[in-house]
């Protein structure tokens, strides 16, 4: 089993800023990748972001230039910056952690990130 902790979730204005911070712990994997996904109300859950432990990552389109993941492997952590937030970026944040093949995954609480206009 992994244990996902999520932080760094609020309510910001239009333009603002926001980190988000997700730590893995318990039955680290050895090859894993974590990312981060968001659910808006009345929205399918899509994928923000994810990265490899070797660093290989994956936008969505729609925050590519604006959203920076990254990941530190000594502490199982991923880090998602999401700079020139907008309205349409609020939704329910969730962190996954997943085995190469996408078979095994496991997913935090979820955080909520709400952008005023």
């Known amino acids: 089993q992994v244990q996902l902790v999520e932080s760094g979730g609020g309510l910001v204005q239009a333009g603002g800023s926001l980190r988000l911070s997700c730590a893995a712990s318990?039955?680290?994997?050895?090859?894993?990748?974590m990312g981060w996904y968001r659910q808006a109300p009345g929205k399918q859950r899509e994928l923000v972001a994810d990265?490899?432990?070797?660093?290989?990552?994956n936008y969505a389109p729609s925050v590519k230039g604006r959203f920076t993941i990254s990941r530190d492997n000594a502490k199982n952590t991923v880090y998602l910056q999401m700079n020139s937030l907008k309205p349409e970026d609020t939704a329910v944040y969730y962190c996954?952690?997943?085995?190469?093949?996408?078979?095994?995954?496991?997913w935090g609480q979820g955080t909520q990130v709400t952008v005023s206009s």
């Open positions: 996954r952690y997943s085995n190469s093949y996408g078979s095994l995954n496991y």
């Open positions: 990265i490899t432990n070797t660093g290989d990552t």
């Open positions: 318990g039955s680290i994997l050895r090859v894993s990748t």
